[in-house]
């Protein structure tokens, strides 16, 4: 699934004292201020309750002075009906100003534009164009966008060694979404050689995060012993985390799971599922 990102933020430590100190300046007309008092808004951040209406307010102050950051944030707000009525046009157009201002972020969400045929005809191709400037300057979730339209062929000739060095890239990164995808392609030695060892690497990293679509892919490598002993308490566990992330396939494998264990087997895999914290040892 292609992905879409709001942007930058504030990075005072302080939350209280940085909104208390943005409002003066955004009050003065400073456009990084106004941008900066925005994103706490949006957040709920400095003390300030949670306002989309006035964020999008205060982004439009800092878009129309030119801050490509504002121009971003604000075409996201138009993207996801926050604080504004949902107008894909007007989201694009935004998203164009700060993309062709280098925004990676607003490159990045051009490209998801294209892809899903928002506000523009639906065009692979340039999506792909956007994602690619997005990528190149270090966007992960472009990167990983990348990534995907080269492993389905999209806009792009199909190449999965590409999409194995997008997705490196973002893995690189610490990008959930990127390590998982990496773990699918040595798991199905697609642009690299089948390697099982890596790609429960992989799935681990991520899965400790608690990334459930990882959960899954651990819960089927412990499921068919693929780079692991199978371990069918190991398996039901993983995918009872899964599911209880959001994952409802995992509770089909879960159940397909259950019919070859003991009462005593799923009772500890239950135990472990209870006591399992992100992070934290798998016993």
């Given at each position: 699934m292609s992905r879409r990102t709001e942007g930058r933020g504030g990075l005072?430590?302080?939350?209280?004292?940085?909104?208390?100190?943005?409002?003066l300046a955004a009050d003065q007309g400073n456009a990084l201020a106004q941008n900066n008092l925005g994103y706490f808004y949006a957040q709920g951040r400095g003390g300030l309750a949670k306002d989309d209406r006035e964020a999008a307010r205060l982004y439009k102050l800092a878009a129309d002075q030119g801050n490509a950051d504002a121009?971003?944030?604000?075409?996201?707000?138009?993207?996801?009906?926050?604080?504004?009525?949902?107008?894909?046009?007007?989201?694009?157009?935004?998203?164009?100003?700060?993309?062709d201002q280098g925004n990676d972020y607003a490159q990045a969400n051009l490209g998801f534009m294209y892809q899903n045929g928002r506000g523009v005809p639906q065009d692979d191709?340039?999506?792909?164009?956007?994602?690619?400037?997005?990528?190149?300057?270090?966007?992960?979730?472009?990167?990983?966008?990348?990534?995907?339209m080269y492993v389905n062929g999209q806009g792009i000739p199909q190449d999965y060694a590409a999409a194995v060095s997008w997705f490196q890239k973002a893995a690189d990164q610490g990008f959930a979404e990127a390590q998982?995808?990496?773990?699918?392609?040595?798991?199905?030695?697609?642009?690299?050689?089948?390697?099982?060892?890596?790609?429960?690497?992989?799935?681990?990293?991520?899965?400790?995060?608690?990334?459930?679509?990882?959960?899954?892919?651990?819960?089927?490598?412990?499921a068919n012993g693929w780079g692991v002993p199978q371990d069918y308490v190991a398996a039901h566990m993983w995918f009872n985390l899964?599911?209880?992330?959001?994952?409802?396939?995992?509770?089909?494998?879960?159940?397909?799971?259950?019919?070859?264990?003991?009462?005593?087997?799923?009772?500890?895999a239950e135990k472990r599922f209870a006591e399992w914290r992100p992070g934290g040892p798998v016993l």
């Open positions: 005072q430590k302080d939350d209280r004292e940085a909104a208390r100190l943005y409002k121009q971003n944030k604000l075409g996201f707000m138009y993207l996801n009906s926050r604080g504004v009525s949902q107008d894909y046009a007007i989201a694009m157009s935004w998203f164009q100003k700060a993309a191709a340039a999506a792909v164009t956007w994602y690619q400037k997005a990528a190149d300057q270090g966007n992960a979730a472009a990167q990983v966008n990348l990534g995907l998982n995808k990496l773990g699918i392609m040595y798991l199905n030695g697609r642009g690299v050689s089948q390697d099982y060892a890596i790609a429960m690497s992989w799935f681990q990293k991520v899965a400790d995060q608690g990334y459930a679509q990882a959960q899954g892919n651990l819960g089927l490598m412990y899964a599911a209880a992330g959001g994952l409802k396939e995992a509770l089909t494998s879960r159940e397909l799971v259950a019919a070859k264990m003991t009462p005593e087997q799923i009772a500890e």
